[in-house]
């Protein structure tokens, strides 16, 4: 029996310009990979790639979106990317992308197809609920990849869950704590975009997100919260 999961948005963070949709998976079956998936990731990557470019990364309605997020909180644009920019610029500069496990696969191959700021969190990970708020730097985060716990500044917008830890900074970086392993069952779901961002896109990358899990990993769907329009100043 899966526990109760609720997600706020703080009306300061609304004010922002944040919009999103926000969804749990339950019944979760991950796998490495799998074959058929590895076709319509080579398929859609090969898409990908044949338009991408550093001017198309720089002009971008999304990913501007989300610098101009950054700098209404006055964060720098040059050591905060978002993760579908820093996905995009991997993938232009490599031509290819590490691949995690297939939730994560997942979830980045329609980062990388919507331009939206995608993540999943192991929910047996989280403590209470998740709010996404400003930060007044008393939050704990621990970085994904980072050997320990790093400083967080006061006025950054970060899912937050209720024992404090940040479980993502901006849309710029997860963490280590509620990282999707192969063991994961049941993943709260971040699909983050801006005031630039149009309430159809966040609906359809949301359904293309949770129809490609489905298919290879099975599970269900509960929507947590919607935010697809941003308030007035």
């Given at each position: 029996?899966?526990?109760p999961l609720?997600?706020h948005?703080?009306?300061?963070?609304?004010?922002?310009g944040?919009?999103?949709?926000?969804?749990?998976?339950?019944?979760l079956k991950?796998r490495q990979s799998?074959?058929?998936f590895d076709?319509?990731?080579?398929?859609?990557?090969?898409?990908i790639l044949a338009s991408l470019?550093p001017?198309f990364?720089?002009h971008?309605a999304?990913?501007?979106?989300?610098?101009s997020?950054?700098?209404a909180?006055?964060?720098?644009?040059k050591?905060?990317?978002?993760?579908?920019?820093n996905?995009?610029n991997l993938?232009l500069?490599?031509k290819?992308?590490?691949r995690?496990?297939?939730?994560v696969?997942?979830y980045?191959l329609?980062?990388?197809?919507?331009?939206l700021?995608?993540?999943?969190h192991?929910i047996a990970?989280?403590?209470?609920?998740?709010?996404l708020?400003l930060t007044?730097g008393?939050?704990?985060?621990?970085p994904?990849g980072?050997?320990?716990?790093k400083?967080?500044?006061q006025g950054?917008?970060?899912?937050?869950?209720?024992s404090?830890?940040?479980i993502?900074r901006l849309?710029?970086?997860?963490v280590?704590?509620?990282?999707?392993?192969?063991s994961?069952t049941d993943?709260f779901?971040i699909?983050?975009?801006s005031?630039?961002t149009?309430s159809?896109?966040?609906?359809?990358?949301?359904?293309?997100?949770?129809?490609?899990?489905?298919?290879?990993?099975?599970?269900e769907?509960e929507v947590?919260?919607?935010?697809?329009?941003?308030?007035?100043?």
């Open positions: 029996m899966t526990r609720s997600f948005i703080a009306p300061s963070v609304l004010h922002l944040v919009r999103g949709v926000y969804f749990r998976m339950t019944g991950n799998d074959n058929e076709r319509v990731w080579s398929a859609s990557i090969e898409a470019s001017e990364i720089e971008d999304e990913l501007r979106g989300f610098r997020l950054h700098e909180i006055k964060r720098s644009n050591s905060n990317v978002a993760s579908p920019e996905l995009l993938l500069r490599r290819a992308l590490p995690i496990n297939l939730l696969d997942i980045n329609v980062s990388l197809e919507s331009r700021a995608i993540g999943a192991d990970k989280i403590v209470g609920d998740v709010s708020r007044d008393s939050e704990k985060f621990w994904l980072a050997a320990e716990n400083t967080i500044s950054e917008y970060a899912y937050i869950d209720s404090n830890d940040v993502c849309e710029v970086r997860q280590e704590k509620t990282k999707v392993e192969l994961s993943c779901y699909v983050q975009g005031s630039a149009e159809g896109v966040l609906d359809r990358t949301r359904e293309r997100l949770a129809l490609l899990t489905q298919k290879f990993c099975g599970g769907m947590l919260h919607s935010a697809l329009v941003a308030m007035s100043p």
